[in-house]
């Protein structure tokens, strides 16, 4: 049975629009022509024919130079398709009964996280889901950004948004900005180099903005300014290991910890119930 290429996708057989996408990524990734075709057990001559449109490459070869490149799936699965070739990984709408399993498991996460902020993104920083204890965080900002599809970096370096109540606004921001930076030196992708843009239109924090010794050698905090209180986090990232839905390829689960007893005890408070 032909496999099916998922609709809006453009079937485009040309071999110097794959050339031309394969030394973009070789360009990207600092690799030399030699050094790759090496490392994918191709002749070098075969592969300047591919990269200039002279050869036609294989499935095969194709998936070999990508894995070599470290191409995210996604544009794997347009590389194929560029060459005329079906997508090697399925993508499936987040509501799809087959991620019924995933979706049970996240929201286990998310509950089992309370009273502690737990949140899930894709790839471009939509909020998915999150839990009850992020509800604390986010008052007061200005409702249009919570308005769906939620960008979390958006929500929360904006001038009407998080940002307003962020005590070491300029460590945080540079931390977030440092780690979308990495995302697109890895990926490439237009919406997240236009969501960097953006976030230059935005306050940049006090310069005098220091890390409290405590913090020293240990992590940037996320230090939060309620009321009279300062809340004080840790953050990490959870991703799915090895997936080959590109759905779960995009998603990320976002985790705050306390840092502090104090902070653990005001976000019990503010998140009764928690289990």
């Excluded at 987040?94 to 993104?121: G, N, Q």
């Excluded at 599809?149 to 540079?174: C, F, K, M, Q, Y």
């Excluded at 220091?210 to 009321?227: K, L, Y």
């Excluded at 998603?251 to 019990?268: G, V």
């Amino acid at each position: 049975m032909a496999r099916m290429v998922p609709k809006g996708w453009l079937m485009v057989q040309s071999s110097s629009d794959v050339g031309t996408i394969l030394r973009e990524w070789r360009t990207r990734r600092r690799v030399s022509q030699l050094d790759l075709a090496l490392d994918a057990d191709v002749s070098p001559r075969h592969l300047s024919f591919v990269e200039t449109g002279r050869a036609r490459p294989s499935r095969d070869l194709l998936l070999r130079l990508s894995e070599q490149l470290d191409v995210p799936r996604r544009d794997q699965n347009a590389l194929l398709l560029a060459a005329g070739f079906a997508p090697a990984f399925p993508q499936r709408d987040f509501a799809d009964p087959a991620l019924d399993a995933v979706r049970a498991a996240l929201d286990t996460v998310l509950t089992a996280h309370e009273p502690f902020p737990a949140l899930v993104v894709d790839r471009h920083l939509t909020m998915i889901s999150a839990n009850r204890a992020l509800a604390p965080l986010v008052e007061g900002v200005d409702p249009a950004l919570l308005e769906p599809p939620v960008n979390v970096l958006r929500l929360t370096l904006h001038p009407d948004g998080v940002s307003r109540n962020i005590v070491n606004l300029a460590e945080w921001r540079g931390f977030l900005l440092r780690a979308l930076d990495r995302e697109i030196a890895q990926s490439g992708d237009t919406t997240l180099i236009a969501l960097r843009e953006e976030m230059d239109l935005y306050p940049k924090g006090p310069a005098s903005d220091v890390r409290p010794r405590d913090f020293a050698e240990v992590a940037v905090p996320f230090r939060f300014q309620r009321g009279d209180r300062i809340l004080s986090f840790y953050s990490a990232r959870t991703v799915f290991g090895s997936p080959i839905d590109l759905t779960l390829d995009d998603l990320a689960l976002e985790t705050f910890l306390p840092a502090d007893a104090e902070t653990a005890e005001a976000m019990r408070a503010l998140c009764p119930g928690a289990p």
